[in-house]
């Protein structure tokens, strides 16, 4: 199994841009979810889906949009970039059930820097 | 008022050394209590977790949850180099999928 793959690992953007951060995981996983994590801040949820069709906002969702039209993928938004978003953003995929709160399988993230 | 709160640290000690590394919280109603290791430039990954309270050791690991003082403990002994990373705490609470709040990280390094 690969995991959860994310692409890329990095990306410079124009403020004012968009582009999307993929995300995918061959665990069959329902459950996949967004972070952002910046310094001193700690790991901050972005979106989150608990199955396909099915998405939810997280504690940090402005200036993001994601939707889940399979189990394996879920891609980020960014609709128009800007420098705040400027972050480390790391996918993250969970077994169903109560598995969701304590067994995470994280990508290796995508550094993302807005100029 | 965060969630949760993690000294930063960083955090230098001799191969071999004992490392303690805490967390504390302020709601009561986390029942699952977790860490992560992240190396430099990676995603983090589950060292392990505990449900409710007490200690769970793995290996030269073990967590302690003591939540009547709202603190968690990660102990590693004989630490080797290879234990170099950030260490993230995790705290989740079974009242809804968003409620899972992360620490800021511990940075520690073990001197060879």
């Known amino acids: 199994n690969a995991g959860v793959t994310q692409t890329p690992k990095f990306q410079v953007l124009k403020t004012g841009q968009s582009m999307t951060l993929q995300c995918a995981q061959d665990?069959?996983?329902?459950?996949m979810s967004w972070y952002r994590q910046d310094p001193g801040m700690g790991l901050r949820l972005i979106h989150y889906?608990?199955?396909?069709?099915?998405?939810d906002q997280g504690e940090v969702p402005n200036g993001y949009n994601v939707s889940r039209s399979t189990t394996e993928d879920f891609p980020l938004r960014l609709l128009s970039a800007a420098p705040s978003q400027t972050s480390v953003y790391f996918c993250?995929?969970?077994?169903?059930?109560?598995?969701?709160?304590?067994?995470?399988?994280f990508g290796p993230g995508t550094r993302l820097t807005v100029t | 008022q965060k969630e949760v709160e993690q000294d930063p640290g960083p955090l230098s000690v001799p191969e071999g050394a004992i490392v303690s590394l805490n967390c504390t919280y302020s709601?009561?109603?986390?029942?699952?209590f977790m860490w992560y290791r992240q190396y430099s430039r990676k995603g983090p990954e589950l060292l392990m977790y505990?449900?409710?309270?007490g200690n769970k050791e793995d290996g030269r690991f073990t967590a302690q949850v003591d939540k009547s003082s709202k603190y968690i403990s990660l102990f590693i002994r004989d630490s080797q180099p290879s234990d170099s990373a950030t260490y993230l705490c995790?705290?989740?609470?079974?009242?809804?999928?968003?409620?899972?709040?992360f620490g800021t990280g511990t940075r520690l390094t073990v001197i060879p």
């Open positions: 889906s608990v199955g396909a069709g099915i998405t």
């Open positions: 505990t449900y409710s309270s």
């Open positions: 709601n009561s109603a986390f029942q699952y």
């Open positions: 665990m069959n996983h329902e459950y």
């Open positions: 995790a705290l989740g609470a079974q009242t809804g999928a968003n409620n899972l709040f």
């Open positions: 993250a995929s969970s077994p169903p059930g109560l598995a969701v709160f304590y067994e995470q399988y």
